[in-house]
């Protein structure tokens, strides 16, 4: 029991110091768009001390002093806002380069950091394709072959229907891309559907199988009938005709 109770503390210590010392928030940004940064703690900035937003740990972005002078660094002039009143910052329009720790800090005596972000910027996923490469038909099943595929990805999948309903060989089918983007192939209702994202953004394109399937059974032997019965009134009303034109030979 008390080494249970000990294990527990241990446990719970342990958690809340990994907690507390992996405060780095992962952001993923899309390029072109903004990235928004705020500071969630207390920022109290007495004489002698400076608030910044430093870039990988080297270089400022802005820095706020405390007379309320703020200042911006020359290669963040123009596409920066900073907040005094919150010490948030926006970073427009940013780029691959914009990747990277942004640390908000108070400078004094000792550093103390306040907010740390690792920024993740990714170009939104590409146009993909989604065809279907082969489909064998008939009355009561149709089996279909997609492929779904990225300049750098394809992935292929088998679909079987019967009159009832349709499968997925393997179930869903998903693959990461070399560019980290994920592909994934898999059925919804009546429909393909494969969707290629990755964090910041995803696509999809889809196909229904009944256009490629004529599976209705029942609109099939509705079908079957109509012919056997179309058939069998042309043989009669042929049969009919041919005894009325023999008769009238005959005679
Ligand atoms: C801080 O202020 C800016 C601009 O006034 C605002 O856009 C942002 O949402 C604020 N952030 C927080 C956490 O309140
Ligand atoms: C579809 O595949 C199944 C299983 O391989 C097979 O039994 C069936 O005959 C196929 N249907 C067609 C129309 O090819
Ligand atoms: C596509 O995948 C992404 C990531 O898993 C998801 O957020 C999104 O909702 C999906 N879209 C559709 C239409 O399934």
Known sequence: MALAVLLLAVCVLYSWETQGSSDVTTVFVQKGKNLHLDVNKPVVLVEDTE??????????VVRLFNDTRTRISDS??????????????ILKNVQHSDSGYYTALIAGVKHQPVAEYKIIIQDPVSQFQ???NSVSNSTESCNLTVTCSTEDSL???TFRCDTQTCNQEGGEQSEVTTSGSSLRV????????CNHSNQVSWTRDMKEI?????????????LVRTVVL????????????????MKRLNK
């Open 186 to 193: 898999y059925l919804l209702n009546d429909f393909i559907i």
């Open 76 to 89: 963040y002039k123009g596409r920066v806002e900073f907040s005094v009143k919150n010490y948030s910052l």
């Open 51 to 60: 608030f910044s937003w430093t870039y990988n740990n080297n270089s400022n």
């Open 130 to 132: 989604l065809s279907v």
């Open 210 to 222: 009944q256009h490629f399937c004529s599976l209705t059974a029942g609109f099939s032997l509705y």
């Open 155 to 157: 992935i292929s999948s």
């Open 230 to 245: 179309s058939v069998g009134l042309i043989i009669m009303v042929s049969a009919v005709i041919s005894v009325h034109l």
